[in-house]
Antibody, heavy 121, light 109 residues
């Protein structure tokens, strides 16, 4: 049973860069069936798509975050990562990683528990 | 402002049937499948419906989805107290840019 676990700093200063990692256990990132994505949820608000990556390294980014965003994958560690630059308070959110299943219309069928990120000086 | 429009709230009494709508456009719902997520308080979202009307294993058949043109709906029959949650529709725009609805908070009265 695949499990995903996010990790990273809980507090980041404005203008700095956020780096988060999602570690997969109980399954491999190297599958033709899945993409690996990031989603965030500001406090008290709805879900926001960040982007996703295929194990080969192909990426798809939200247009609104594309200029600040890099998603990468390390198949040797079974991890994928998010890097978001030039942070502001608007980036404060719960950040989730998830598996997108291409035979389920890219439905996100496995989620991490989420990690809280606060942008504050 | 979300591209996919959902009512902010819905409610029903135990045993009742409730529906939640999701309105989009020809470039998203009109061209691609709709997925629905349930988010219980304090937890990560859970895939509830995929490809408009398919349920992952383990999801009760009380939950059903439908799609017509540029709109989709989630129906919950035999409403139970544990169904109280936030529900989100999602569709992509054809380039793996996933669009989420703003979410509907379901209250079981």
């Amino acid at each position: 049973q695949l499990q995903l676990q996010e990790s990273g700093p809980g507090l980041v200063k404005p203008s700095e860069t956020l780096s988060l990692t999602c570690t997969a256990s109980g399954g491999s990132l190297m599958s033709n069936f899945y993409y690996w994505g990031w989603i965030r949820q500001p406090p008290g608000k709805g879900l926001e798509w960040i982007g996703c990556i295929y194990y080969s390294g192909s990426t798809y980014y939200s247009p609104s975050l594309k200029s600040r965003l890099t998603i990468s994958v390390d198949t040797s560690k079974n991890q994928f990562s998010l890097r978001l630059t030039s942070l502001t308070a608007a980036d404060t959110a719960m950040y989730y990683c998830a598996r997108l299943h291409n035979e389920r219309a890219y439905g996100m069928d496995v989620w991490g528990q989420g990690t809280t990120v606060t942008v504050s000086s | 402002q979300s591209v996919l429009t959902q009512p902010p709230s819905a409610s029903g009494t135990p045993g009742q049937r409730v529906t939640i709508s999701c309105s989009g456009s020809s470039s998203n719902i009109g061209s691609n499948a709709v997925n629905w997520y349930q988010q219980l308080p304090g937890t990560a979202p859970k895939l509830l419906i995929f490809r408009n009307n398919q349920r992952p294993s383990g999801v009760p058949d009380r939950f059903s989805g439908s799609k017509s043109d540029t709109s989709a709906s989630l129906a919950i029959s035999g409403l139970q107290s544990e169904d109280e949650a936030d529900y989100y529709c999602a569709a992509w725009d054809g380039t793996l840019n996933v669009l989420f609805g703003g979410g509907t908070k379901l209250t079981v009265l």
